[in-house]
T-cell receptor, first 111, second 119 residues
Framework: QQPVQSPQAVILREGEDAVINCSSSKALYSVHWYRQKHGEAPVFLMILLKGGEQKGHEKISASFNEKKQQSSLYLTASQLSYSGTYFCGTVGSSNTGKLIFGQGTTLQVKP | EAQVTQNPRYLITVTGKKLTVTCSQNMNHEYMSWYRQDPGLGLRQIYYSMNVEVTDKGDVPEGYKVSRKEKRNFPLILESPSPNQTSLYFC??????????????????FGPGTRLTVL
């Protein structure tokens, strides 16, 4: 079951904040976040494991609420380099490690 | 340098002409996957492999085959390509010790992508 991301697209000015949400209808073991620049491969940002932890990567952080089966990615004081498409990937309760990606959220940061 | 390589990067072919997209990783990863990416649909898994000689279907396996004879290589085979297989394809690899992810350092690395057009 593909996780659902919202919003589908965001346009920001440099220095503004954004939140991208990822929601699943199934129980989750872990949530993964990737960023993809146009024409390039997705690049790993972070993994959040079951336990409700919060992670950070520069000015990008994320939270994972396993009870609500949701994760959120927080981008603070956005920079031009943050532009791209953000994907969440989810791993459910299985032994296959199968990672299922959401449809993506396009973020555009303008000067 | 840790990397996943794919070849070719671009391919234009015709319906029915068998093709293979190669994928190789130099990180000694057990787990490898193939994804296709289409506008508005995100990344959809085609096949995955947990180790040599162990492969299984992902979400969109129809029309594709894979093999895993060596740990480093995971080729994607289209026996009879059709226009609906026109897409951007990514190979990916990561460590796998069986079971769930046990560490937040279990990064999945993607190859650079192969843009396939089937006429």
């Amino acid at each position: 079951q593909q996780p659902v991301q919202s919003p589908q697209a965001v346009i920001l000015r440099e220095g503004e904040d954004a939140v991208i949400n990822c929601s699943s209808s199934k129980a989750l073991y872990s949530v993964h976040w990737y960023r993809q620049k146009h024409g390039e491969a997705p690049v790993f940002l972070m993994i959040l494991l079951k336990g409700g932890e919060q992670k950070g990567h520069e000015k990008i952080s994320a939270s994972f609420n396993e009870k609500k089966q949701q994760s959120s990615l927080y981008l603070t004081a956005s920079q031009l380099s943050y532009s791209g498409t953000y994907f969440c990937g989810t791993v459910g309760s299985s032994n296959t490690g199968k990672l299922i990606f959401g449809q993506g959220t396009t973020l555009q940061v303008k000067p | 340098e840790a990397q996943v390589t794919q070849n070719p990067r671009y391919l234009i072919t015709v319906t029915g002409k068998k093709l293979t997209v190669t994928c190789s990783q130099n990180m000694n990863h057990e787990y490898m996957s193939w994804y296709r990416q289409d506008p508005g649909l995100g990344l959809r898994q085609i096949y995955y492999s947990m180790n040599v000689e162990v492969t299984d279907k992902g979400d969109v396996p129809e029309g594709y085959k894979v093999s895993r004879k060596e740990k480093r290589n995971f080729p994607l085979i289209l026996e009879s390509p059709s226009p609906n297989q026109t897409s951007l394809y990514f190979c990916a690899s990561r460590p796998w010790a069986g079971g769930y992810y046990t560490s937040s350092t279990d990064t999945q690395y993607f190859g650079p992508g192969t843009r396939l057009t089937v006429l």
